[in-house]
T-cell receptor, first 110, second 115 residues
Framework: EDKVVQSPLSLVVHEGDTVTLNCSYE??????LLWYKQEKKAPTFLFML??SGIEKKSGRLSSILDKKELFSILNITATQTGDSAVYLC??????????WGAGTKLIIKP | GAVVSQHPSRVICKSGTSVKIECRSL??????MFWYRQFPKKSLMLMAT?????????EQGVEKDKFLINHASLTLSTLTVTSAHPEDSSFYIC???????????FGPGTRLTVT
């Protein structure tokens, strides 16, 4: 059965800390892995990863995929209170359906 | 636990016809269900929020007469795309949550192609 597991489920850190969020998967016919940030309404797209070992970066956020070990990490450096959110990982199957992780709830304390 | 399914997973319909997409929470009762549309750049747009037994709340710019949402039970919500046009072709995703919980559980999505 295809599944995506995110860890930790929740995390509380202080502003300025660096955090690493994990997403491991067991999905047949993997197409891509997506990271989203959910605060209020719709999840905001962060990254799409398809190739192993190539880091994607956007400001203080970066992500990398390991297709051999079947996981991805999302790093956030110099965290700010505005980074508080639920971070979702989803794997896109070759049939285009998405298999979602449960999310990591990140709380940044000032 | 907390599994959300969507049916169908893929559908192709002709322009002018209507198509219904189902979203089911399989092992929990979802007081609230959300419908999203995913755009080519992977962003998700919230279309509407539906609470069981109530009318759906649509986001600005979403035509309620075109995208009919019904949340008749605590485990089922449906999205009907009426008089579909090729520009309605998209990936539609639902999610479900339980009253009082921040967590949303997402469905696998439905790929709609209108020819």
């Amino acid at each position: 059965e295809d599944k995506v597991v995110q860890s930790p489920l929740s995390l509380v850190v202080h502003e300025g800390d660096t955090v690493t969020l994990n997403c491991s998967y067991e999905v047949t016919n993997f197409r891509s892995l997506l990271w989203y940030k959910q605060e209020k309404k719709a999840p905001t797209f962060l990254f799409m990863l398809t190739s192993s070992g190539i880091e994607k970066k956007s400001g203080r956020l970066s992500s990398i995929l390991d297709k051999k070990e079947l996981f991805s990490i999302l790093n956030i450096t110099a965290t700010q209170t505005g980074d508080s959110a639920v971070y979702l990982c989803a794997v896109k199957h070759s049939n285009y359906q998405l298999i979602w992780g449960a999310g990591t709830k990140l709380i940044i304390k000032p | 636990g907390a599994v959300v399914s969507q049916h169908p997973s893929r559908v192709i319909c002709k322009s002018g016809t209507s198509v219904k997409i189902e979203c089911r929470s399989l092992d929990f009762q979802a007081t609230t269900m959300f419908w999203y549309r995913q755009f080519p750049k992977k962003s998700l747009m919230l279309m509407a929020t539906s609470n069981e037994g109530s009318k759906a709340t649509y986001e600005q710019g979403v035509e309620k007469d075109k995208f009919l949402i019904n949340h008749a039970s605590l485990t089922l919500s449906t999205l009907t795309v009426t008089s579909a046009h090729p520009e309605d072709s998209s990936f539609y995703i639902c999610s479900a949550s339980v009253s009082g919980s921040y967590e949303q559980y997402f469905g696998p999505g439905t790929r709609l192609t209108v020819t």
